[in-house]
């Protein structure tokens, strides 16, 4: 079984800072690209950034300059740390990343339960 557990959420105020942490967890042969996406009430799930295997990284435009992913791949893990918070930043933040189990053939594609981010203006 494998699974990501997220962590790190909370209530900031606008100009504030936090940091996600996504740990990967179970029989877990490679994980190819990990990323945090987020979603608003009423919007659709949007893709935040992404960090590949060899810390290739890559943003969303409104996130550009003030948050930094990064992975620590000896601990099977994904952080974001996100600076200079706006209230439009207020969503759920899922982690995702792309798994390849002991026995398994190819990546699958897991996510992690989501954790709230609200910021306050």
């Known amino acids: 079984q494998v699974q990501l557990v997220e962590s790190g959420g909370g209530l900031v105020q606008a100009g504030g800072s936090l940091r996600l942490s996504c740990a990967a967890s179970?029989?877990?042969?490679?994980?190819?690209?990990m990323g945090w996406y987020r979603q608003a009430p009423g919007k659709q799930r949007e893709l935040v950034a992404t960090?590949?295997?060899?810390?290739?990284?890559s943003y969303a435009d409104s996130v550009k300059g003030r948050f930094t992913i990064s992975r620590d791949n000896a601990k099977n893990t994904v952080y974001l740390q996100m600076n200079s918070l706006k209230p439009e930043d207020t969503a759920v933040y899922y982690c995702?990343?792309?798994?390849?189990?002991?026995?398994?053939?190819?990546?699958?594609?897991?996510w992690g339960q989501g954790t709230q981010v609200t910021v306050s203006s």
């Open positions: 995702n990343a792309g798994l390849r189990y002991y026995g398994g053939g190819t990546y699958y594609s897991y």
């Open positions: 179970g029989r877990i042969f490679s994980i190819n690209t």
């Open positions: 960090v590949t295997s060899s810390s290739s990284t």
